[in-house]
């Protein structure tokens, strides 16, 4: 059986990476003290109030991942506009005939897990592929959620103007109790994010081995030596994302790529 | 009680013929300031106004409500604020209290209603049923209307209570009278919420003699209520604080860290989402309030507190999955069938897959063989 080729593509920016597991960490964190802090663990002991703090602690931890969080979301948005193309916030919008049917081949593909007769190997998205954009924007409004709900309830607790500025949330949705119940369900849908998150980057490190899991490291992908332009013997142009390219310069191959 | 005179006079008057003293009568005022959180360099200012002002007219409304606002303010701590707010603030028509019934109560609220239109202040206790007028008629004629017709001429509106300003227990679910709060229905008038099951009888008066000395609404937040009272929640007064953040709770009520007087947050406290001055100024003349009495806040000045329960855990439920589900159980499950469907789909993935996987893993075991080492 012939091998194949593939090139190192240099996909996540360093930005993109450091953005990616200083968010990561930061969910961690925030839902396991946010876990702790809706039920605080028991513990029976004969203390007095003053010799321990530890449930402040927990709560100052909450609050200052939670500046970590917002910031750290603060660069990712601003490398959305700074950064290649992967990175580009343009890259998250579906707003394509082309982008919509990568949207249907990776619900058909992946998600379905239907086999395609003819394969596109520009069907392969370099960056996200489109399924993955909408969840990422999901990601983000929910981002936004805990943001604009968890600074709200912060609020009163703080002087600093910045938790002022989400103040008004809480006459929006009738007081306390209903920010409360609203930070508290999102951050459910959190953990259903990154279950499924994960599991569809083992997926697809396992059916395409791109390296999908070691490029949030590195930052590098392996692409078919014959999507790049100046590759000896592939010389029609062809560019990375498959939304762009046009179906006639699909090379036809009835072989199953990589 | 209450019936209108026609001669207007100052409070201060007032209060002197109801047989107070002068000395009777700075105290009253020192307290006051003080439940108002004015400095001490304003008593002179409150002692002023009370002095000169003549009494505002006032009508109290009363619809679905179960009276206990009413009941919290007649007994605030100094005698001298029921009797100068319900004797003497010119009470011209509150249903529970006042001496004419009938025709003539009737006629004495509109006659306030003419004489004093756009100067009188209206205090509505009790939410409006917006479903069908027939739920709360008075005098023959429905809740909304009253509302809307003394609404009309009133300066202010005060919206004593949780009823008036979150709807309480009429609106919990499932509202079967869509009981209405005072700000969704009239919206053309300054409203003063003050939320509360009751309120708290000298924050009560602290509002009326603040509207009254100043001539104008005390400082409000977001929400509509007086800074001076909601601007904490009861959880930044509670004095078990310190054992919330040790992290020391009671786990039920008869445990030994429920006598020791440990935080009650674990037994269903609400003080962390509660805007009140129970901490502060406390209940029955600052004897004490709920947390103090080793009962957890169950929130009651706060929106929706009914239907946030049960009152004696912090899970949060949610309404349309049956009374027992919690976001959380609920979260447990969906995130179990959630890991149930991608173990299914991680399975499916490989038996669809097979002749991809299966080429690829030969290709690499053939370029395995090739290695030059
Ligand atoms: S008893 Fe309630 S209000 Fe007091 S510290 Fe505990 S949670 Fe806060
Ligand atoms: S402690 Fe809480 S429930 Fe009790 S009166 Fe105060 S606000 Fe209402």
New binding site residues.
């Given amino acids: 059986m012939e091998s194949r080729n593939f090139k190192r593509v240099y996909v996540w920016e360093l930005p993109v990476r450091i953005f990616h597991w200083i968010n990561a960490l930061c969910i961690l964190v925030l839902a396991i003290t946010g876990f702790i802090i809706a039920d605080p663990v028991a513990i029976l002991s004969n203390a007095e109030a003053s010799e321990s703090y530890w449930f402040g602690t927990v709560r100052f931890i909450h609050f200052a991942t939670a500046y970590v969080f917002f910031f750290n979301m603060l660069l990712r948005i601003y490398w959305a506009f700074a950064g290649n193309k992967y990175a580009s916030w343009k890259a998250f919008l579906p707003f394509s005939k082309k982008r919509w049917n990568n949207i249907l081949h990776v619900l058909r593909i992946d998600i379905l897990l239907q086999n395609e007769k003819v394969h596109d190997i520009r069907n392969i998205s370099v960056g996200h592929n489109m399924v993955a954009s909408l969840s990422y924007i999901a990601l983000f409004v929910l981002a936004l959620v805990q943001v604009f709900t968890g600074f709200a309830l912060y609020a009163d607790n703080s002087d600093w103007f910045l938790p002022d500025l989400f103040a008004w949330v809480v006459p929006l949705l009738g007081g306390d109790f209903a920010v409360r119940k609203v930070h508290h369900i999102a951050t459910w849908f959190f953990i259903f994010f990154t279950i499924v998150h994960v599991y569809l980057v083992f997926y697809h490190d396992w059916l395409e081995g791109r390296g999908e899991v070691s490029s949030m490291f590195g930052g590098y992908k392996f692409i078919r030596e014959d999507r790049l332009k100046k590759t000896p013997g592939n010389t029609k142009e062809k560019s990375e994302q498959p939304s762009e390219s046009k179906p006639e310069d699909n090379p036809k191959e009835d072989e199953i790529i990589v | 009680m209450a019936t209108k005179t026609d001669t207007r006079e100052t409070y201060y008057e007032s209060i002197i013929k109801q047989g107070y003293s002068r000395r009777d009568f700075m105290k009253f005022a020192t307290y006051i300031a003080a439940y108002m959180g004015v400095e001490t360099s304003m008593i002179g200012q409150v002692v002023k106004s009370l002095e000169t002002t003549y009494r505002v007219p006032v009508i109290w409304e009363h619809f679905q409500e179960c009276t206990c606002c009413s009941e919290s303010f007649i007994r605030s701590d100094h005698p001298i604020v029921s009797d100068i707010i319900l004797n003497k603030i010119s009470l011209d028509y509150t249903l529970t209290l006042m001496a004419a019934s009938g025709h003539q109560a009737e006629a004495a609220k509109h006659e306030t209603m003419e004489k004093y239109h756009g100067d009188y202040i209206l205090c509505v206790e009790g939410s409006v049923p917006m479903a069908n007028d027939g739920y709360c008629c008075i005098a023959g004629r429905s809740a909304r209307e009253l509302l809307l017709e003394s609404a009309k001429g009133a300066k202010a509106i005060i919206a004593w209570g949780s009823c008036a300003s979150n709807g309480c227990v009429q609106a919990a679910y499932p509202n079967p009278t869509e009981a209405t709060p005072i700000h969704k229905i009239i919206k053309d008038k300054p409203i003063i919420r003050v939320p509360g099951c009751p309120p708290i009888g000298e924050v009560m008066a602290g509002i009326i003699v603040h509207m009254i000395t100043f001539d104008r609404l005390p400082e409000l937040d977001g929400l509509g209520r007086p800074k001076a009272f909601y601007a904490k929640r009861?959880?930044d007064s509670?004095y078990?604080?310190p054992?919330?953040d040790a992290g020391l709770f009671a786990e039920s009520f008869d445990d030994e860290n429920a006598k020791e007087g440990y935080?009650?947050?674990k037994v269903g406290?609400r003080?962390?989402m509660t805007y009140n001055a129970c901490g502060t100024i406390r209940w029955n003349n600052g004897v004490s309030f709920p947390?103090q009495s080793g009962h957890?806040?169950i929130g009651c000045s706060e929106e929706d507190f009914w239907d946030n329960g049960p009152f004696y855990e912090r899970l949060t439920s949610l309404g349309g999955f049956g009374i027992e589900s919690s976001a959380d159980t609920i979260g447990k499950v969906a995130a179990g069938v959630l890991a149930g469907g991608i173990a299914a789909h991680a399975i499916a993935a490989n038996v669809s897959k097979r002749k991809e996987l299966k080429d690829r893993n030969s290709r690499g075991r053939d370029n395995e063989k090739q290695l030059d080492d």
Avoid: D, K, S, T
Wanted: glycine content about 12%; overall charge positive; proline content about 6%.
């Fill in positions: 009861v959880h509670c078990r604080r054992y919330y935080c009650l947050y406290c003080g962390p947390i957890g806040c």
